[in-house]
């Protein structure tokens, strides 16, 4: 669970341009690159995990996170209701699922 204190670093960072404001529709998770994290803005190392996904608004650009980072911007962006990609959504196991083939609740909104 986000705290409000983290919200409030997430809404920060999305303020700085740092991050983006919406949810992105894809995503990779990988070993580190040694590339800094978007959000807590420290090397990500090769003992790491990380976090990879394209700026959907500006497509030359390419957010890298800590997996406990990006987790934590995730919590805050959903918790936030800033709207996620309509084509996904996210299903009971963390995972994603494309919208239409979602089994269960309603589509997010």
Request: proline content about 7%.
């Amino acid at each position: 669970m986000v705290d409000e204190s983290m919200r409030r670093r997430v809404a920060e960072a999305i303020a700085r341009g740092k991050l983006p404001a919406r949810l992105p529709r894809k995503s990779w998770a990988g070993q580190g690159s040694g590339g800094i994290c978007a959000f807590c803005e420290k090397p990500i190392t090769a003992e790491q995990l990380e976090n990879e996904f394209p700026d959907s608004e500006n497509p030359t650009r390419t957010y890298h996170l800590h997996l406990r980072c990006w987790t934590v911007c995730e919590s805050a962006l959903a918790a936030n209701s800033i709207e996620a990609e309509p084509s996904l959504l996210a299903v009971p196991d963390g995972s994603y699922s494309p919208a239409d083939e979602c089994s269960f609740g309603e589509k997010s909104t």
